[in-house]
């Protein structure tokens, strides 16, 4: 029987989540001070609150902006923040408590952090891609594009202004490459470049401050600021203040829950306190404020907030820290995993955090976890569900027989049961024989994914590196049967490296011997793909397959293709970065795929296709049959099964 389908059914806000990765403080324009954040969401929503009492002051949703990275306060008393999708500027006036949008950058559309200069009269943002910097004029609302810093490098990953320098962090870099942060003159746009002895990929945000450069780099590196000499370096959580209103020679900073300060006439650190419980630890903004109320009225404290809006105030007289109840709500954020598992149930993951667990029974959701990694995809084995997260490419288990609690720590449910080193992105998974199979995309500025095999009896995790598999590609599809794991690749490596082949593979893995068995192009007349994926094995016993317009069947020996069928242009094809485009066999034994961004059902036999909705980046499929399916936004659909000869 053929399903044939009702009309779609929206399940609204399917992932929460109260993330953002951006945030800044300010007097505010009544004296009281406030910190802001954007909660990243669809869309995002920007935040004013209290400094001392976390109340909120203002909020609004922010059309064109789901994702901010970018935001400042400014000494002309506004705040500036700009978008990660097409960089789009922001302005909200704390004296009008308005946002107004300025204008998009003419520089890059990703914007990772945005810096004012001491005046009031500049802004300057780091972007990606093409690595450059732009300069926004305040007062005449103009742009000017500063042009790529280095050439090679994609990003300008963060920055810092000091009088008439601005400092740009850089990336990505490679193993045994010398990494750098480049200084630009405002006034004669000269360029020279700094050393930081890191190996970190990324050069990121600076702070200049008592002659030093403090430089993030994986950690922090104290550079002295005329001769650039290295002078120290130390574990923390991303920020530096600014020197302390009542020491000059002193600075703070955090590591996890620890308060540190650093003397700037000694270079040297010493712990400063202890602030409460943290969910994260990555802080997103660091600055002085006095509040007007609360226990530190009067005071000058260090305000600080984190990327799961946590807030706290820190006294460095008396060493105590407050936390800070900021009213920031859990927002819907765009739908990034979705897959259904053998219990029937749904499992989502939100872009860039969350996961949801759906019941396609009662239809509710049973689990709604806001701070994760980012799920990029899921495997499940034995009645265990393994989500592959980013960043890092951690593997966390779920036994769905035990009570929920996440947590990277062995005891907690999911846990985190492995990390595939140099990896980044675990988007495909297959299961077969009591092992699960994990294909990966690498971490910044390199190429070559990894095939990881987990031996369930054994209890044995394998890595197999790029070596073995296939020369510069990451894995982007596998399907397992007696033995063999068929596989296929994407010719991208991570972020901020081009690709060196021009042409996606196919190929065997013997897993029994460890070894691969053959590997060769897609020959598809018209197709020569840069990704190929995912991969399924059909009822009919072929290895099914797709591209960005294209389906088709190969022989499992062989590889060769026994037929397949263009659904459509390959010029229009939308392959992304690295996610497979979905291949699902349903039990109508109809073939439903993301292919070409839409949701097609295919018909093995004939390859007559029907296009069901025209757009569609995930899909799963119920145990009824029904569709599931998500594009780009917070919500996801349901196509409900009326089965029919």
């Not at 073995?468 to 990451?474: A, D, E, I, K």
Request: glycine share 12%; charged share 20%; with cysteine.
């Amino acid at each position: 029987m053929r399903n044939q389908f009702g009309p779609p059914q929206t399940i609204p806000d399917a992932v929460l989540n109260k993330l953002g990765q951006s945030a800044a403080a300010g007097p505010g324009a009544d004296g009281n001070p406030e910190l802001y954040f954007f909660a990243n969401g669809a869309p995002g929503i920007f935040y004013a609150l209290d400094a001392a009492s976390g109340q909120r002051r203002f909020s609004a949703p922010v059309a064109n902006a789901r994702i901010v990275w970018a935001m400042c306060y400014s000494p002309d008393g506004n705040v500036y923040f700009a978008g990660s999708e097409i960089g789009n500027l922001f302005r909200y006036s704390p004296s009008e408590q308005k946002i107004e949008e300025l204008g998009v950058n003419p520089s890059g559309r990703f914007v990772w952090e945005l810096g004012a200069t001491a005046d009031g009269r500049y802004l300057y943002g780091a972007v990606y891609p093409n690595g450059k910097l732009f300069e926004y004029d305040i007062a005449a609302n103009e742009f000017r594009d500063l042009g790529t810093l280095k050439e090679g490098k994609e990003y300008v990953r963060g920055l810092g202004i000091d009088g008439d320098y601005v400092y740009a962090g850089l990336g990505t870099f490679a193993d045994g490459e010398e990494r750098v942060l480049v200084r630009y003159s405002r006034t004669s746009g000269e360029q020279s470049e700094i050393r930081v002895p890191s190996k970190s990929t990324f050069v990121k945000n600076v702070l200049a401050a008592g002659g030093k450069l403090f430089v993030n780099a994986g950690k922090c590196f104290v550079l002295d600021g005329q001769t650039f000499e290295s002078l120290n370096s130390f574990a923390f959580s991303g920020l530096i203040s600014q020197p302390s209103p009542y020491d000059e020679n002193v600075v703070y900073y955090t590591s996890g829950r620890q308060v540190f300060r650093y003397r700037l006439d000694t270079n040297e650190s010493e712990e400063a306190g202890l602030l409460q419980s943290l969910s994260s630890t990555i802080m997103k903004t660091l600055q002085w404020i006095r509040p007007n109320t609360g226990e530190f009225a009067g005071k000058q404290v260090l305000a600080g907030v984190t990327s799961h809006a946590e807030a706290f105030l820190y006294d460095p007289v008396s060493e105590r820290s407050a936390e800070i109840d900021l009213q920031v709500d859990g927002a819907p954020v765009q739908t990034h995993l979705l897959k259904s598992g053998p219990d029937g149930k749904l499992y989502l993951g939100g872009y860039h955090s969350g996961i949801s667990v759906y019941d396609t029974d009662s239809q509710q959701f049973l689990i709604r976890q806001f701070h994760t990694l980012q799920p990029e995809s899921a495997g499940f084995l034995n009645g265990k569900v393994y989500f592959g997260m980013y960043t890092g490419a951690r593997i966390f288990e779920y036994d769905p027989s035990q009570p929920w609690k996440y947590g990277a720590e062995a005891g907690n449910n999911p846990y985190q049961v492995h990390v595939i080193e140099g990896m980044d992105r675990p988007y495909v998974f297959a299961s077969g024989d009591n092992k699960l199979f994990i294909g990966t995309i690498p971490d910044y500025g390199r190429l070559g994914g990894k095939l990881t095999v987990y031996d369930a009896e054994r209890n044995v995790w394998t890595d197999y590196g790029n070596d073995r598999l296939v020369h510069n590609q990451s894995i982007t599809g596998l399907a397992y049967r007696n033995g063999k794991l068929y596989a296929s690749t994407s010719v991208k490596g991570g972020l901020g490296i081009d690709p060196s082949e021009s042409e996606a593979k196919l190929f065997i893995w013997d897993v029994a011997n460890e070894c691969k068995l053959l590997e060769r192009t897609l020959d598809l007349p018209g197709h020569k793909p840069p990704m190929i994926g995912n991969l399924a094995i059909g009822p009919d016993g072929y290895v099914w397959g797709a591209t960005g317009s294209a389906v088709f069947a190969l022989d499992p020996e062989t590889l060769e293709v026994v037929k397949g069928r263009t659904l459509y242009d390959p010029a229009l094809d939308k392959s992304g970065m690295w996610r497979p485009f979905d291949l699902l066999f349903g039990p109508d034994g109809q073939i439903y795929s993301t292919i070409g961004s839409a949701l097609t059902v295919i018909d093995p036999v004939t390859l007559e296709f029907e296009q069901l909705a025209p757009k569609a980046g995930v899909i799963a499929l119920g145990k009824d049959g029904s569709v599931y399916y998500s594009f780009s936004g917070k919500d996801i659909y349901r196509l409900p099964a009326r089965f029919s000869e």
